[in-house]
C-alpha cells in the first residue's frame, strides 16, 4: 500500500464545477504539500501546510491532521486548471513521498 | 530572484552510457532534492544535499550519485544507464531541510535510454 493515496486518479468537469481532490497519508507528516504538474513535466507547488486550511484565489486546501486527510478544491474550474495535480507529504524533512498524482481535465 | 533550473531539457542514452543531469537552485537556497518520476507515475525521492553533504537517501542503487557545489547548484549522475532509468528527473530547492520549507521545482529534465 502506498503512503500517499490520491483520489480519483482522473476527473472530467464541465467549465464551473466544483472539483474536490482527496489525499490520504499513513506517515506522520510535518507538513503535506498540493502540487500542480502541466504536460511537458514543470512543477508547481499550489500549498503547503501543517493543519486547518488555506485558500489562494479559487483553490482551497485543507487538512485533518488526525484523520491524516487532505482535500483540494477548486471553485468555478476553468480549461485552464487543466493538470495533473500531486499531493505530497514530508515526513520530517524536506524529503517528499509523493502520491500517483490526479489528471483534471476541464471542459469548455 | 533566478528560479531552479535545469540542464539538459532532452537527453537521449544508450544502455550502459553514463549520464550528468545538472540543477541550479533557487538564490539563497541551500538544499536541493532530485526526484526520478517514470511515465503515469509519482516522483521517487532520489537522494538530497545539504550545503554539500549528502543528507538522505531514497531507495536507488550506487550508480545514481550526486554532487552538491559551493554555489549550491547540484549535478545527479548516473552511470551504467539501463531502460529502466528512462524517466523525468527532477531538482528541487528549498532552504534548510526541516519538513516546513516550500519546495521549488526545475522544469525537469527527461531522460530517454535506448
Known amino acids: 500500500k502506498n503512503e500517499v493515496e490520491q483520489s480519483p486518479q482522473n476527473l472530467t468537469a464541465q467549465e464551473g464545477e466544483f472539483i474536490t481532490i482527496n489525499c490520504s497519508y499513513s506517515v506522520g507528516i510535518s507538513a503535506l504539500h498540493w502540487l500542480q504538474q502541466h504536460p511537458g513535466g514543470g512543477i508547481v507547488s499550489l500549498f503547503m501546510?501543517?493543519?486547518g486550511k488555506k485558500k489562494h484565489g479559487r483553490l482551497i486546501a485543507t487538512i485533518n491532521i488526525q484523520e491524516k486527510h487532505s482535500s483540494l478544491h477548486i471553485t468555478a474550474s476553468h480549461p485552464r486548471d487543466s493538470a495533473v495535480y500531486i499531493c505530497?507529504?514530508?515526513?520530517?524533512?524536506?524529503?517528499?513521498?509523493f502520491g500517483t498524482g490526479t489528471r483534471l481535465q476541464v471542459f469548455p | 530572484e533566478t528560479g531552479v533550473t535545469q540542464s539538459p531539457t532532452h537527453l537521449i542514452k544508450t544502455r550502459g552510457q553514463q549520464v550528468t543531469l545538472r540543477c541550479s537552485s533557487q538564490s539563497g537556497h541551500n538544499t536541493v532534492s532530485w526526484y526520478q518520476q517514470a511515465l503515469g507515475q509519482g516522483p521517487q525521492f532520489i537522494f538530497q544535499?545539504?550545503?554539500?553533504?549528502?543528507?538522505g537517501r531514497g531507495n536507488f542503487p550506487p550508480r545514481f550519485s550526486g554532487l552538491q557545489f559551493p554555489n549550491y547548484s547540484s549535478e545527479l549522475n548516473v552511470n551504467a544507464l539501463e531502460l529502466d532509468d528512462s524517466a523525468l528527473y527532477l531538482c528541487?530547492?528549498?532552504?534548510?531541510?526541516?519538513?516546513?520549507?516550500?519546495?521549488?521545482f526545475g522544469p525537469g529534465t527527461r531522460l530517454t535510454v535506448l
Open positions: 505530497a507529504v514530508s515526513p520530517n524533512t524536506d524529503k517528499l513521498i
Open positions: 501546510l501543517s493543519s
Open positions: 528541487a530547492s528549498s532552504l534548510g531541510f526541516s519538513g516546513y520549507n516550500e519546495q521549488f
Open positions: 544535499y545539504y550545503r554539500e553533504e549528502e543528507n
